[in-house]
């Protein structure tokens, strides 16, 4: 087989074949592959009807090298496909782009490893693995690193038992509309709790940093394809769902784990652990009724725990410190979140051409005079800024889009790191109470609606009075204020300064009527809670895991931890 990792089709070229809402969502048609098999084979010097086993493994736009000029926009292709003499195509050929991969060696690694998993992992004793049935699994938690732990253990046979403070997914998406239309918060059911976690209400990037060494990542992707993501994740460079396509994905996959042997307790809340010597025996729950209201509380045996509760669950961080779970203080970001049509982000992106192709995203980063980054962050092209609130009088935005990533304006979080020395506190948990203090200053500053401000405005510190050509596009109540005033004032400076510069990037990007709102500061955990390389922490038979725990940072990187730490219980 021949791997090549540079096939280049010039997108004019491709849209002339490509109907335009495929264009739009980078779906690949058969009269684009036919393109693709006939770039591929330009490249070898054979004839298109050569190739055989052809498959596309991945497609990314590249308009870096446009300069103005829309012929040099391209998608390039990372495909496989097999011929006749593909030892003597690749010498001649004699780049790095193009390898020859004997008998599909690493895809059968690949492959097997995957099929391994998700095939055998029903017969663990056929693995050797030795594990016994009687360990009674908790996971507490059911975001990205719960659910995929629950399904890697139902699909081995452990009956695990789910733990979820909020409500199911279809019953969150109504409370979490009415808290949008002017309902009251509910602390047990917002856009941090509930089915699917954090990032149900999201863009449902699903694009991740975090390296694949394990294969864990691409597991991710196949298992949401699996279970109705839309099957462009398995290929596309930046691959999304969309929050109106990924809550059907996470109900399917519940359903999966029950059928399978799981058992699920919604609006049901974790508040502590029990344990002997060193060793857990089980957890102390609360039942939460009506409007997040706490009901009865028991206790649960239990041999092992996951704990997969986000970068949110503050009072549990509590609870499991006065228990003597030992956790640290952990770096994240804050910033605001900008807005701006998503036309002027199409057009600086990709010229006239953005008119036809997927909604332009863009990543931009700064390190300032002082030597502190400026970064942009969860970018939602298309999108809306939301109220991800979680608790009474502390507001905090985050953004989101749909599968079409079809809203007027494209909106982005620009955040700098900060670090304990910038907590006011010491202690485990001073980031949470940084946080906290900053979350109350902008629920203070609009009245518990988010506060909203023109970046002019921003720059000269003042309240906004009214809108220039940009209406903000916000699932919640939104109110004039001085937005830079739920910032740090050294923060507030770093971001302004970045945002001039990203000005120079992007035409358009620092325009006085830019839409600012804040305050982000949910961009990952607070807290690391120490776990040892049998990924156990300091009580034996928990497991930390997903983000809030402070080992995954978005969703893949999440479910993906919590895959790895299902196999370590497994194999415990
Ligand atoms: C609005 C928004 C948009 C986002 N967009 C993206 C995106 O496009 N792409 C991306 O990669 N990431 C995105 N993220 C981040 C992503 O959602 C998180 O990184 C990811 O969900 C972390 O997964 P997790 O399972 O570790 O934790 P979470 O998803 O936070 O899940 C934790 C779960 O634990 C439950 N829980 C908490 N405490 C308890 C308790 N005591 N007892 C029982 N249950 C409890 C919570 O209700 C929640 O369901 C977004 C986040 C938000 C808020």
Known sequence: ?????????????????????????????????????????????????????FVIRKKSLDARKKNGREDNIYYIYQVELSCNNEQKLVKRYGRNDVVFIPGNEKEKLLGSLLSFINKNIRNVNALNLNSNK???????????????????????????????????VK???????????????????????????????????????????????????????????????????????????????????????????????????????????????????????????????????????????????RDTFYNLDSDGLYM??????????????QDIIGYSQYGELYKKLPAADYKLSYNTKDGRGVYSFCMCPGGYVVNASSEPGRLVVNGMSNYARDGRNA????????????????????????????????????????????????????KSTGFGGIIPDMKGGYAFANTRAVLPVVIGNLVEEGIMQFGKRIKGYSREDAVISG??????????????????????????????????GGITSAAADGIRVALAVINS
Not at 254 to 281: A, H, P
Not at 328 to 341: L, N, Q, T, V
């Open 1 to 53: 087989m021949i791997r090549m990792s540079q096939v280049k089709v010039s997108v004019r070229l491709l849209l002339k074949c490509l109907p335009v809402q495929d264009a739009r969502q980078g779906i690949i048609t058969v009269a684009e592959e036919r393109l693709v098999i006939q770039a591929a084979a330009k490249v070898l010097g054979i004839q298109a009807d050569e190739v055989r086993n």
């Open 328 to 341: 640290e203080p952990k770096a994240f970001a804050i910033g605001i979140r900008i807005e701006h049509p």
């Open 411 to 462: 909106n982005s979080a620009i955040v700098v790191t900060v670090s304990p020395e910038d907590f006011d506190g010491k202690g485990p948990l001073a980031g949470i109470e940084f946080q906290r203090k900053w979350e109350e200053e902008a629920y203070r500053q609009a009245g518990g609606k988010i506060p909203v401000q023109l970046f002019g405005d921003f720059c000269n510190n003042v």
């Open 134 to 168: 009687n360990k009674r699994v908790i996971v507490a938690g059911m975001g990205p690193a719960g659910l995929f732990a629950a399904l890697v253990l139902a699909r081995a046979g452990f009956n695990p038992v789910v733990l979820e403070r909020g409500k199911e």
């Open 171 to 313: 019953e969150r998406q109504r409370v979490v509309n009415g808290f949008w239309n002017g309902d009251t918060l509910n602390p047990e059911c917002n856009v941090q709790f509930g089915e699917g976690g954090a990032g149900t209400f999201s863009d449902g990037k699903l694009n991740t940093l975090v390296k694949d060494k394990d294969g864990f990542n691409r597991m991710v992707l196949k298992t949401f394809a699996e279970f109705g993501a839309p099957s462009e994740i398995l290929y596309l460079q930046k691959p999304h769902i969309g929050t109106d396509r990924l809550a059907g994905v996470v109900e399917a996959m519940r359903n999966e784990i029950i059928k399978l042997g799981g058992t699920v307790y919604f609006n049901t809340r974790l508040d502590g652990v029990i344990y002997k010597d060193g060793c857990i025996s089980g957890v102390r729950v609360t039942k939460i009724t009506g409007n997040g209201i706490c009901g009865e509380s028991r206790e649960i045996n239990c041999s092992h725990l996951i704990l997969a509760i986000g970068h949110s669950a």
């Open 519 to 552: 305050i982000e500061s949910r961009t990952s955990s607070p807290v690391r809670i120490t776990r040892d390389k049998g990924l156990q922490a300091n009580i034996h038979g928990i497991y930390p895991c997903g983000e809030g725990a402070g080992y995954a």
